[in-house]
T-cell receptor
Framework: GNSVTQMEGPVTLSEEAFLTINCTYTATGYPSLFWYVQYPGEGLQLLLKATKADDKGSNKGFEATYRKETTSFHLEKGSVQVSDSAVYFCALSDLGKAAGNKLTFGGGTRVLVKP | EPEVTQTPSHQVTQMGQEVILRCVPISNHLYFYWYRQILGQKVEFLVSFYNNEISEKSEIFDDQFSVERPDGSNFTLKIRSTKLEDSAMYFC????????????FGPGTRLTVL
């Protein structure tokens, strides 16, 4: 079955530091890949996505590249801000089903950015 | 910007009681989902719903669970007889088209079973 593995947190950084959160996946088909973010007290928000190999998703300074050869989708940001403090979830969906595509999530990585 | 809403934000119930969690998906969306997250664990898929029927469900979604779209706007998750292990955050999500497959999540309902 499908699975997603991401680095455990918490990750503590200083403002303007470089952030990398590793994510690798196992899938039987050709999944779409996602990063969701959960700010304190809020729901899951889509941060970025990529639907095929070598695609790069980007949003709010975050980037992730779909690497089929290494089955990875690592999240990066060059200069984090305190407002980036949140829990980040890597996820995949398999388009094998015609009606509805469940997401398979990693365990989440808590990021804390200090001023 | 349209968003998925969920009520209540927190539900406390006694073991064995029935609970109904409510969601209002984004209005033009056709696909609806429930996920849950037990404290400290992964977000897990429960069920997907399309065209007024379940399209997929996980092994978690046993006979104690049911979903319904009672009208044109609400999407509900019912747990008939709650157990302690049902305590979790329950997230509703919706997507416009399964092939674009971007799911938009609500803020969640925290269910506490005592």
């Amino acid at each position: 079955g499908n699975s997603v593995t991401q680095m455990e947190g918490p990750v503590t950084l200083s403002e303007e530091a470089f952030l990398t959160i590793n994510c690798t996946y196992t899938a039987t088909g050709y999944p779409s890949l996602f990063w969701y973010v959960q700010y304190p007290g809020e729901g899951l928000q889509l941060l970025l996505k990529a639907t095929k190999a070598d695609d790069k998703g980007s949003n709010k300074g975050f980037e992730a590249t779909y690497r089929k050869e290494t089955t990875s989708f690592h999240l990066e940001k060059g200069s984090v801000q305190v407002s980036d403090s949140a829990v980040y979830f890597c996820a995949l969906s398999d388009l094998g089903k015609a009606a509805g595509n469940k997401l398979t999530f990693g365990g989440g990585t808590r990021v804390l950015v200090k001023p | 910007e349209p968003e998925v809403t969920q009520t209540p934000s927190h539900q406390v119930t006694q073991m064995g009681q029935e609970v109904i969690l409510r969601c209002v998906p984004i209005s033009n969306h056709l696909y609806f989902y429930w996920y849950r997250q037990i404290l400290g664990q992964k977000v897990e898929f429960l069920v997907s719903f399309y065209n007024n029927e379940i399209s997929e469900k996980s092994e978690i979604f046993d006979d104690q669970f049911s979903v319904e779209r009672p009208d044109g706007s609400n999407f509900t998750l019912k747990i008939r007889s709650t157990k302690l292990e049902d305590s979790a955050m329950y997230f509703c999500a919706s997507s416009e088209d399964s092939h674009t497959d971007t799911q938009y999540f609500g803020p969640g309902t925290r269910l506490t079973v005592l």
